[in-house]
């Protein structure tokens, strides 16, 4: 089994949870979702801010939510092949999934270990269909300002996603897909803006931690030929 980080962190770590719609309106962009979180590792183990900066964690969800690869190093880590599940899309699963991943990730860094805000981002096609589960309560829950470990959310959506739904969900940048391209070369512009922003706040917060510059933080670089971006609720 490959480890999941080289040494013990000697650097304040940039932990990176991504939050991926795995539901049955997905089928038809499986292989391209897989082939483009491969190309996640593969891109970003090649940018030394990157590697030495962020920690990487996957997290599906459906009906249930699963995390399917632990905050890892991303020199040393094996992107792992997502799969359909369930028979719907509940959006309440997985905030109280990844709020539980995102604190048990964190902890297991050290007691002492420095880390920054974690930064979630969220992907969904469609909306949630679990009426009896609503998600409000849990999105609170995990952005609360009582939750030590609670991340920056950046929400995307494509398809049928509601743009309300990810106005609400997101907690700085929210996105929709322009229409008129297939769904799967959205998804693909997707995963692309994750990578731009994960090297973006990587080379950011490496700069500010060094000194280089006053400060460093979260951006999300985006092409707007490709996508609305929508303005963030409070929740």
Known sequence: MPKQFSEVEQFATFPV???????PSMSRELPTLNTALREIRTVLKEEPDVCEKARLAVITFAQRATRVLPLSDIQYM???????????????????????????AIRELGPKAPFHT?????????EHNVPQDPWAGPLRELTSASN???????AF???????????????????????????????????AAVIGSIKFTSGSLRAADA????AGGLGVPIDSTKFIALPVRSN
Do not use: C
């Open 118 to 126: 974690p930064v979630l981002y969220f992907w969904t096609d469609g």
């Open 148 to 154: 030590k470990y609670r991340p920056e959310i950046v």
């Open 157 to 191: 959506g494509f398809r049928d996603a509601d743009p309300d739904d990810l106005q609400r969900i997101a907690t700085t940048h929210a996105f929709l897909a322009r229409s008129g391209r297939p769904p799967a070369e959205q998804l693909k512009e997707i995963i």
């Open 211 to 214: 000194g280089q510059a006053p």
């Open 17 to 23: 949870f991504l939050l991926v719609d795995v539901s």
């Open 78 to 104: 094996e992107m792992p092949e997502v799969k359909i599940e369930g028979q719907q899309t509940n959006f309440a699963e997985a905030f109280r999934i990844v709020r539980l991943e995102i604190e048990s």
